[in-house]
């Protein structure tokens, strides 16, 4: 059976489909534990019960949230062996180590200790139940963790050696894939975005009671702890988004010169604050990138290579070449890659037949032209580019509502702290609003680490199309559907019992 676009396209839907609807459920779980396990602090610490009904509170909106992630996130991981057989039979070595250390460590301690916290009350100490309470933050953020370092690898794979004796990466340092800046920077980039989206979550249903003049007292605490989280995380947010932007600048250009629809290189180069991209451009010829623009001078290269007047390659420089600032075109890596397939075919034919000089040639060959082997099975230079405006406007999105969020949290902050914020109700609708702004934020987010890197699999390694399952495409057809109808039936669950508890309000709940 042959693999066809349209297999790997359906494939790359199905995935895309249960990556998006998992990561609806994620964040909001990795910042709750932490504001439930402050709150629950403050109650241990001071005694009072109202502290202890609002810990309460948050924690039960916060097991149906966990508990209907956790049903995307196992399906996700599935789909590596029925859709994508191929990548973990290459990478599966390297690959499935995080994986396994995730559930084998993180999972296992977020679920144990995530039952004494939920069903513990008055069954175990103040001291102990709070343990657990932090443990499953902990957890939770651990699980994450690997998660991250397993994604990172994909987008800067380090620590691995080709066998070309089994076509497969074999690990070679563990270290170097946990400690692999690039999984370093998206951790930390990612659940301090997850922190903020809970914050978000919090203060808009506090908002919410505030706007209905119900658990006033509570509402206000929720507001103080979530605010002043967010505040500092948001903070967070940027430095490590900055560090991520240089990461992606050393291992994938291609990739943020798309976020920046940069198509020719540039000293200075400046970031787009706001801008409308010219639909109608093509690749090498004399039009326009932008319909429309305003640009932060000489902020992209100081963001990606921390000078102001570093030289900052476009799509068309990673396309065609730059032989004038050292930039290898696509082009010819694609002439590398085919040398080094071939180089791969000869090598295996000669060790078959038992011919060692000739294998050993081979051999040589292959690994003076390897780093490229992955252009290889690209059919043009363009394959290469990912899609530009969904990158462009995705980020910008993210970038605009980051911003927005941090103004947010002071504003917020300032009024609950002078007790003002009750007659503010454009803020506090503002507050509620700002709750979908959040899973918006988050899923562009994605959507440019993910299709930023198209077309591969593993960057500059493995195109998604040769790790594809080789399997029926209307079979994935049909389990995409099923996925859509599954998924959108949990949220659907998810939204209406939210949305029965909060309407309960905090003594409804207890």
Same mark, same amino acid.
């Given at each position: ?15 895309? /489909? ?24 403050? %109650? ?5 019960? $109202? ?6 509170? $948050? ?24 859709? $994508? ?44 139940? /709070? ?6 933050? &902990? ?69 919410? %009671? ?21 505040? &500092?995380?948001? /903070? ?66 100081? /963001? ?72 290889? %099975? ?13 990158s462009f406007y995705s980020f ?43 899973? &918006?934020?988050?899923?562009?987010? $994605? ?14 390694l493995l195109p998604v199309g ?45």
């Amino acid at each position: 059976m042959e693999i066809t676009d349209v297999l790997v396209d359906w494939s790359r839907a199905q995935f895309a /489909l249960t990556a998006l609807y998992h990561w609806l459920f994620v964040p909001l779980t990795l910042g709750l534990t932490f504001i439930v396990a402050i709150m629950e602090s403050i %109650y241990v610490r001071t005694g009072d019960e $109202w502290w202890k009904k609002t810990t309460q509170f $948050w924690m039960t909106l916060l097991a149906i949230n966990f508990a209907i992630g956790l049903a995307t996130g196992i399906i996700m991981e599935f789909e590596f062996g029925t859709n $994508w057989s191929n990548y973990s039979w290459i990478v599966g070595d390297i690959f499935g180590a995080p994986l396994a250390i995730e559930g084998l460590m993180a999972f296992f301690m977020e679920s144990t200790f995530f039952a004494v916290m939920f069903f513990g009350w008055n069954k175990v100490s103040k001291k102990t139940h /709070l343990l657990s309470t932090w443990l499953v933050a &902990i957890g939770s953020n651990l699980s994450a963790l690997w998660i991250l370092v397993a994604n990172g690898w994909m987008q800067h794979p380090v620590g691995m050696y080709f066998n070309p004796d089994t076509a497969r990466n074999e690990m070679q340092n563990f270290g170097d894939v946990i400690f692999n800046p690039n999984a370093v920077s998206k951790f930390l980039h990612t659940v301090s975005s997850g922190y903020v989206m809970a914050s978000l979550f919090v203060m808009g249903i506090s908002a919410w %009671y505030l706007l209905k003049k119900r658990d006033t007292l509570f509402a206000k605490r929720s507001i103080i702890v979530s605010a002043s989280f967010g505040l &500092i995380t948001s /903070l967070f947010v940027i430095t490590t988004g900055d560090n991520s932007a240089y990461n992606v600048a050393q291992t994938q250009p291609m990739k943020l010169a798309v976020m920046e629809g940069l198509y020719k290189g540039e000293n200075r180069a400046g970031i787009v604050a706001v801008g409308v991209l010219n639909s109608e451009k093509k690749f090498g010829d004399n039009q326009k990138a932008f319909d429309f623009k305003i640009e932060i001078p000489s902020a992209l290269s100081f /963001l990606g290579y921390h000078k102001i007047d570093a030289f900052v390659p476009g799509i068309e420089d990673m396309l065609y070449g730059n032989s004038q600032k050292g930039v290898m075109g696509i082009s010819q890596k694609i002439k590398e890659g085919k040398i080094a397939i071939e180089a791969l075919k000869e090598y295996k034919n000669a060790k078959k037949i038992g011919d060692k000089d000739r294998a050993e040639i081979a051999k040589e060959r292959f690994e003076a032209h390897q780093a490229y082997m992955g252009y290889g %099975y690209l059919q043009k230079p363009e394959d290469a580019v990912p899609n530009i405006a969904l990158s462009f406007y995705s980020f910008h999105t993210m970038v605009a509502l980051g911003t927005w969020f941090l103004i947010l949290f002071i504003i917020a902050l300032c009024a609950v702290l002078r007790d003002k914020i009750s007659s503010k109700r454009w803020l506090l609708w503002a507050m509620v609003w700002s709750i979908p702004l959040g899973y &918006i934020a988050q899923e562009t987010g $994605w959507i440019v680490a993910e299709v930023g890197r198209q077309p591969w699999a593993i960057q500059d390694l493995l195109p998604v199309g040769m790790a594809t399952s080789n399997i029926a495409s209307s079979s994935v057809m049909i389990t995409f559907w099923l996925f859509a109808i599954l998924f959108t039936g949990l949220l659907i669950a998810e939204i209406k019992i939210m949305l029965t508890q909060i309407k309960l309000g905090v003594e409804g709940g207890n």
